[in-house]
């Protein structure tokens, strides 16, 4: 399966749709540590669905959480919510990459040379390194289950997978 990447800073939303496809352990098998802000925390035990022991069984052992005060955030100025800025934020501070679905993140996470991946990306690098079977059926739930992914975007990873 290879070397693990380096740590991540996650965004709560990567998490909700790994978790809503039953795939949240890939992100253990991909990366060091995960560096959650505590705003991701309380959004995903707060937010829709049943997390509660899922995702501290799967992600446990590599979880740092860390306090919104202790996060050095990116400037306001991107149209980002705060939790956003502290993701991205975080995975500056420590030279992780930076797990976050948002177009205006992304952009923002470049913009200051952090390192970015999506859902889709972790679908993608876990089947490449053997972690995770065909990606196409998780991506059509992940739809059905109203998570927004642009066709070009399918399209590109079914063919990075062998499975266009």
């Known amino acids: 399966m290879g070397t693990l990447l380096e740590d991540a800073s996650l965004d709560a939303s990567v998490c909700i749709a790994l978790a809503h496809v ?12 995960l560096l959650l802000p505590d705003s991701v925390v309380r959004e995903l035990l707060d937010g829709p669905g049943t997390f509660d022991k899922a995702w501290q069984v799967a992600l ?11 996060i050095r955030s990116i400037a306001p100025g991107w149209g980002l919510s705060a939790t956003d800025r502290e993701v991205v ?17 992304r952009r923002a ?3 200051h040379d952090v390192r970015v991946m999506g859902t889709v990306g972790v679908l993608v690098a ?3 390194r053997g972690a995770c079977g065909l990606i196409k059926p998780l991506l059509e739930k ?8 642009r066709e070009d975007l399918v399209v590109k990873a079914l063919r990075r997978t062998g499975e266009a």
């Open 142 to 149: 992940m739809r059905q289950n109203g998570f927004r992914i």
């Open 60 to 70: 446990e052992r590599n979880v740092v959480r860390f306090e919104s005060s202790s």
């Open 22 to 33: 039953e795939h949240l352990h890939l992100l253990g098998s991909l990366f060091g540590r």
């Open 126 to 128: 876990s089947n490449l």
């Open 109 to 111: 996470a470049t913009a």
């Open 89 to 105: 934020g975080l995975a500056k501070s420590h030279g992780a990459w930076a797990l976050v679905d948002d177009a205006q993140a």
